[in-house]
């Protein structure tokens, strides 16, 4: 792999990136103020805000800017704790939403998106329309990114020294670990996703390998969310730690399940010839179970949280 391939991965993510940030600022503007009604109205039921918490995702298409928000909602005492972990267990199956989006293969029409996208921003006064030209742009601009990132990432396939990396890979908790210290360092677990699709794609890693990378993104994602709870009060640090035990608790369930039962090859069975729909469903897959799952013991994870993180005397 050359300089130029590793500047051009790099370039593909920081356009990524930075079309996932346009996109969601675009769409959290266009909420906006509706975002904390909806919120405030309609999360005093487990199952209703769960559902709240994916759709407000889906549109925002970020974990991590829903959460960093919930945070800033449970500091300024907007929100209780207990709403606030429920439409968390829902933002992590939003998500998923980006994979699936990624998976359609609609790189094609990515310069279209970006180009109709920037003539509506840099030609239209009209307030609505601007705004549909930044999700349109941001849209175009990730998948340009996404696109310039497989490039770079061809060569790979005859690099011996990340092939014998990616065989250190096998052991699941050396794949946890991998993929948690990508996330936590690019701050996206959408962005990780993106990337493991296209490697899995290119054959750079098999499907089996790869789950164990997808479990790690979901560790690494709640970094966002630490570091934007260290500055608030007692109960936003507590569902920072909350959104924590809940990707872990999906963690070691997933791992044993992949380890002790045919899961990979099911999810696989699924979409045989779509290696990036296969990444993408088992994203979705993990997220809709441990939400499952967790609805039945988040009280006493929220015990475990409150032991941890008590009320100062």
Partial sequence: MQATDLLGMMGGLALFLYGMKMMSDALEESAGQKLVDILEKLTDHKIKAILVGTVVTCFVQSSSAMTVMLIGFVNAHVMSLQRAIWVVMGANIGTTITGQMLALDIGIFAPILAIVGVVLIVFVSHDFLKRCGEIMGGFGILFM?????????????NSTLFLRFAETL?????????????TAIIQSSSASIGILQTMVAQ?????????YLIFGFDIGTCM?????????????????????????????LFVVLCQWTPLVDLVASFTPMHPMRQIANMHTLFNVMTTFVVIFIDHYLLDLVYKILPAHH
């Fill in 145 to 157: 990114g996404l696109e310039m990132m497989s490039q770079s990432m061809l060569p790979l396939q």
């Fill in 170 to 182: 096998s052991n699941p908790f050396m794949g946890v670990l991998v993929g948690f210290m990508l």
């Fill in 203 to 211: 054959h750079l890693l098999p499907f089996s390998q790869a789950v």
């Fill in 224 to 252: 966002t969310a630490f570091l934007a709870s260290l500055s608030g009060c007692l109960n936003a640090k507590r569902l920072a730690l909350f959104h924590l035990f809940l990707n872990m608790v999906g963690t070691g």
